[in-house]
């Protein structure tokens, strides 16, 4: 089935550092490709997303790659902050073009701490 | 986000007992959907539902039902709780717009805060 895998689990930057989240999806149909931030007791929320006729999103210090051949993308943010730390989830759809469900298929987390 | 609320925020219950967990929204959205989220397992979508008349399973549905009794309500209910039902579950919604070809969903989802719940 439709599978999303996101590495690494954990992951303890310094503030001011930079950090990466990847992510590789099984479904070669997926078109759609957002990035939820979960801080402690709320729910996740939009961040950042990608559409697959596209290679890179950037916005301020958060950007995202896609490789539609390799079937990657990865999540990056530049001089990180201590309100950074979160569990940040990628997820995978088909669901931009019309009809289709938009059903979201998300990774596992990865949890961010930035050490001040 | 206030949009979406969820009742109850943490609920802890016994094994077989029935339960019911509610969402609620101010959005607008005709899209609704219930998750579950286990260390580890990220978030794993159980129902949702289009309209008020229209509701699908998601991949993990087997021991639970939902409802949907208004466009703003759509409630998630375990009938015999057991103890691998304890996570926490969140609700969702998006909209939709018109294509050429039916009705399609805008990509963001909005999620409520979540109810923790825990089944002795």
Known sequence: ?116 | DADVTQTPRNRITKTGKRIMLECSQTKGHDRMYWYRQDPGLGLRLIYYSFDVKDINKGEISDGYSVSRQAQAKFSLSLESAIPNQTALYFCATSDSFLTSGGKSSYNEQFFGPGTRLTVL
Do not use: M
């Open chain 1, 1 to 116: 089935g439709e599978n999303v895998e996101q590495h690494p689990s954990t992951l303890s930057v310094q503030e001011g550092d930079s950090a990466v989240i990847k992510c590789t999806y099984s479904d070669s149909a997926s078109n759609y490709f957002p990035w939820y931030k979960q801080e402690l007791g709320k729910g996740p929320q939009l961040i950042i997303d990608i559409r697959s006729n596209v290679g890179e999103k950037k916005d301020q210090r958060i950007a995202v790659t896609l490789n539609k051949t390799a079937k990657h993308f990865s999540l990056h943010i530049t001089e990180t902050q201590p309100e950074d730390s979160a569990v940040y989830f990628c997820a995978a759809s088909r669901g931009y073009y019309g009809g289709a469900t938009n059903k979201l298929i998300f990774g596992t987390g990865t949890l961010l701490a930035v050490q001040p």
